[in-house]
């Protein structure tokens, strides 16, 4: 950022947040989804179908990329009469679209200055993403309307625990968006008073971050007796999968907040909140339509707000699972709810036999463990996992808490499986800031990939 515009920002920061921070285009999503409260279901999915009609249309007359790829399916948008036609429409994944290049981009946008970005690599393979201001603000406006449920309004101060960014700089001050953003990869026990100091001093009472992030955060609280100095009312979590030990670790040091998970992708497609009440994680039906792959349980999703790269059943590699609850409550306008998203397509292990695990089950294998602040589990071969544990604690004590660990493992792998592990301080994230918290290197065949 130049300085011309460095300074701008400082003054235009002292305004108040409505009219400089958002636009027109923010207030118009966020009324079409408030809308929703007054809707009944019929009405949403009446809204829904002709959001993904009026998507389908769009991006088969604007893209080389649709067109193409619709006529040589035989699949025209005017074959679209209801939900059931939509199976008619052929899978995209980013393989597709990182291959079709500019292709995908609409027309009426490809000669305009975009913004351009990229998905975190996560699964290994960046994706050059295109978006503009507009898309930008249709975002932010889903994710203040699901963050409305603990209490958080747009503008109000949040304290950021999220991607690493360069430099030796302990936090970054951004007074223009409301955000204090805290370096993770420089926390720690030195220098978490004087954090927890300069966070107070904002009077910010909203943390947003991964869950490896806070989670790493909340066990600097704990282990420096800092609880209750800092009483945020929300802790809105983002971007990674959450276990039940992280929850437990951060329930501990803030006992008072309330938690929002938010669910979405760097290609905004779909957009879900986990329901603090158990329930599960709910889609917003007007930003996305939202598909269940029944083979896999893997997610496929149809964008409403991207019109720069629409993506149309584009496959999310992420894995739900799927129980009765896969229904929206009676008295909810959000759908579908799931029971719980568990990571990626690309984190599914696999026992001896080649039967497919979920990386959910990590969190079960370390539920309860006080020892272990982090961990990643790597399968090498379809009989050999190497378990990848960080701790600050003694060998002994760690060594006493791995034993129930490695059984729960054992029932899931079943004794076939052979257990190799690794001892270490700090287990490295990902460039984007993330923890993975799975690797498999082989495919279902044992092959290696």
Same mark, same amino acid.
């Given at each position: 950022?130049?300085?011309t515009?460095?300074?701008?920002k400082?003054? @235009?920061?002292y305004?108040?947040?409505? !009219? ?9 999503? @966020? ?8 809707m009944? +279901? ?8 002709? =959001?993904?009609?009026?998507? %389908?249309?769009?991006?088969?007359q ?12 035989? *699949?025209?948008?005017?074959q ?14 980013k393989?597709?679209?990182?291959a079709? #290049?500019?292709d995908?981009i ?15 690599g ?8 295109? +978006?503009?201001?507009a898309?930008?603000q249709?975002?932010?406006?889903a ?30 001050m951004?007074?223009?968006?409301? %955000?204090?953003? %805290?370096n ?21 009472? *909203? ?10 955060f909340?066990r600097l ?5 800092l ?26 040091a ?15 497609? &779909?957009?879900?909140c986990?329901? &603090? ?8 039906p007007l ?19 991207n019109d ?5 059943? !584009?496959?999310l590699?992420d894995?739900?699972?799927v ?8 008295d909810? !306008? ?8 568990? #990571?990626?397509?690309?984190e ?22 006080? =020892? ?9 071969q ?30 899931? *792998?079943t ?13 490295p994230?990902?460039?984007? #800031?993330?923890?993975?918290? &799975? ?11």
């Amino acid at each position: 950022m130049s300085f011309t515009k460095e300074i701008a920002k400082q003054i @235009l920061s002292y305004f108040p947040y409505r !009219y400089i921070n958002v636009g027109k285009e923010f207030y118009v999503w @966020l009324n079409k989804f408030e809308r929703m409260k007054t809707m009944t +279901s019929e009405q949403i999915r009446e809204a829904q179908f002709q =959001s993904f009609v009026n998507m %389908v249309t769009y991006a088969y007359q604007e893209t080389t990329f649709y067109q193409q790829l619709y006529d040589a399916h035989g *699949f025209h948008p005017g074959q679209l009469k209801d939900f059931s036609d939509i199976r008619r429409i052929p899978l995209i994944n980013k393989q597709m679209v990182k291959a079709c #290049g500019r292709d995908i981009i609409a027309d009426r946008h490809k000669h305009k200055r975009l913004l351009i970005g990229a998905t975190s690599g996560s699964t290994g393979k960046s994706l050059t993403l295109y +978006s503009n201001r507009a898309i930008n603000q249709r975002e932010w406006a889903a994710t203040c309307f699901m963050w409305q449920d603990v209490g958080y309004r747009p503008g109000d101060g949040r304290v950021e625990l999220r991607g690493l960014f360069a430099g030796e700089e302990e936090y970054k001050m951004d007074p223009y968006h409301r %955000v204090l953003r %805290v370096n993770v990869s420089r926390l720690s026990h030195y220098n978490i008073e004087m954090i927890m100091k300069r966070i107070l001093e904002t009077g910010y009472e *909203f943390i947003h971050g991964y869950p490896s992030s806070v989670s790493l955060f909340s066990r600097l609280v704990l282990e420096n007796n800092l609880v209750n100095h800092y009483r945020p009312k929300a802790i809105m979590l983002a971007s990674e999968t959450v276990y039940d030990y992280q929850i437990d670790t951060i329930r501990k040091a803030f006992p008072v907040a309330k938690l929002n998970m938010h669910y979405g992708q760097s290609e905004k497609v &779909v957009t879900a909140c986990w329901d &603090v009440d158990g329930i599960g994680y709910s889609f917003n039906p007007l930003y996305g339509y939202t598909e269940i792959d029944p083979d896999t349980n893997a997610l496929i999703g149809t964008s409403f707000i991207n019109d720069v790269t629409p993506f149309i059943r !584009y496959e999310l590699m992420d894995v739900a699972t799927v129980t009765d609850t896969s229904i929206h409550p009676a008295d909810s !306008y959000l759908l579908p709810t799931i029971r719980s998203i568990d #990571g990626r397509v690309s984190e599914i292990m696999y026992r001896p036999s080649g039967d497919m695990v979920s990386s959910a089950l990590v969190a079960i294998a370390l539920r309860g463990t006080a =020892s272990v602040t982090a961990c990643k589990l790597i399968q090498h071969q379809l009989n050999e996992i190497e378990m990848v544990v960080e701790t600050t604690r003694s060998e002994k004590e760690l060594m006493d808490e791995i034993k129930p660990i490695l059984k729960r493992l054992q029932v899931i *792998f079943t004794n076939e499986m052979s257990f190799k592990i690794t001892l270490v301080t700090h287990i490295p994230k990902e460039p984007s #800031g993330k923890l993975k918290t &799975v690797e498999v290197l082989i495919d279902r065949e044992g092959v290696p990939v």
